[in-house]
């Protein structure tokens, strides 16, 4: 327990070191611009793995599986259903596969020294949110290789931050972008390229080219989602996208299974897609932002009783946690859950340049 109190406090200490000094060492996206992609070279060939020969090729391509990182991101289970195979062979391929990815330097070896995974955390890409306020919060943006997700009741500045992010992410790494495409699943309605076009003009970009980068889906109900989700490494080399948003990831999943007897049934098909994006997240080092409403919780005699949706399986999948909240016009973001940022909150906005800095911030930058 105490070891677990100094941990803590050592990656708190490090972080809020990251905070105050003036050149932090975090966002080090412009030495990376030089940097191949790897994961967005498909040179290898499903019938590189060993074991694998044209007659289960043939199998995983009718499976949706054309490639090998699909195959090292694929789960077991739902494999040997669609191969009709065993759980332990779908289990060896999806193995062989992530070691070739290994033996060919794309995915990382199963145990690395801890200086080597420092090394790796200083190459992880980040995405600025348009806001400095909340650039800092998450220590410089978000993460690619990590899933974040915004959560707040309607009308906290989600969607928002949804769109603003697409908009950032196609722009140069020396902007702060990923130079990009991104990937927008829409299951609320609620994306407007309007409101993209909106954000670029006021920023001064080019909207018709950001408009551009942004490919949209349109999402109607769970199983559509979850196809979608099965099938986004695809859509993810065919993009050439950096950022995938899917928001919001529970709204069908809650609407669809509303009785306590499907609840189980529910989480298990969240389960299922939640640990399919984390491997996306990792293998294809990518952003995912996913957003996600309350619920009240009733039994909080103190503090706010809003927690966020989806249960433990939501809080497990999620590597951040922010909530968000309204205050009047300007909203309150807050680090809920993270394995090394501060506990912090902070302020911010929304204007027709989309997620925005309060009006003391930029004056306060600008006097300086
Ligand atoms: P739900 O999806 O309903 O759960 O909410 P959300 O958290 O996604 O809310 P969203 O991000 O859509 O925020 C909506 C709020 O953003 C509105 O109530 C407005 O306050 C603000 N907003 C949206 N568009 C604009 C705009 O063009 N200009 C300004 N100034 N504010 C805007
Ligand atoms: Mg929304």
């Known amino acids: 327990m105490a070891e677990k109190k100094h941990s803590e406090r050592i990656k708190e200490e490090d972080a809020i070191n990251a905070l105050s000094s003036e050149s932090p060492e975090i ?21 590189d793995i060993p074991g694998i020969g044209p007659t289960t ?8 599986i054309l490639t090998v990182m699909d195959l090292a991101v694929a789960s077991a289970e739902e494999l040997s259903v669609e191969i009709n ?34 090394e790796k955390r200083k190459s992880m890409l980040r995405c600025t949110t348009g806001s400095k306020a909340l650039d800092r919060l998450l220590l410089g943006g978000v993460e690619t290789q990590a899933v974040t997700e915004f959560y707040g009741e309607f009308g906290s500045g989600k969607s928002q931050i949804c769109h603003t992010l697409c908009v950032m992410a196609s ?9 990009s495409g991104s990937i927008y699943i829409d299951t609320e309605g609620t994306f407007r390229p309007e409101r993209i076009d909106q954000i670029a003009v006021s920023r001064g970009l080019d909207p018709a080219s950001v408009l551009k980068s942004i490919a949209v889906c349109k999402v109607y109900n769970s199983s559509h989602l979850e196809l979608i989700v099965k099938d986004l490494g695809k859509y993810i080399n065919d993009f050439k996208a950096r950022l995938v948003i899917i928001d919001s990831i529970i709204s069908l999943h809650r609407a669809e299974f509303a009785g306590r007897g499907t609840l189980a049934d529910r989480q298990q098909r969240l389960n299922g897609m939640l640990h399919k994006i984390i491997r996306l ?22 503090g706010d009783p809003t927690k966020a949706a989806g249960g433990n399986v939501l809080g497990h999948a999620s590597t951040y946690r922010i909530y968000l909240r309204k205050s009047g016009e300007n909203r309150t973001a807050k680090m809920i859950d993270s394995p090394y940022h501060p506990y912090s909150d902070t302020k911010f906005t929304v ?18």
């Open 351 to 368: 204007t027709e340049r989309g997620v925005d800095d309060l009006e003391e911030e930029t004056s306060s930058k600008r006097g300086k």
């Open 171 to 179: 722009q140069p790494v020396s902007e702060g972008g990923y130079g």
């Open 27 to 47: 966002s080090t996206n412009d030495e990376l611009e030089s940097k191949p992609i790897p994961t967005m070279i498909d040179d290898l060939d499903i019938q």
């Open 85 to 118: 195979s065993s759980k332990e062979s779908a289990a060896a391929f999806i193995i062989a596969a992530q070691q070739l990815l290994r033996d060919s330097n794309l995915l990382d070896k199963e145990f690395v020294t801890a200086d080597i995974a420092l």
């Open 281 to 302: 997240a990792e293998i294809y080092n990518i952003t995912v932002v996913i957003t996600n409403q309350v619920q009240s919780s009733p039994d909080t005699f103190f």
């Open 57 to 64: 090729a043939k199998k995983l391509r009718d499976a949706g």
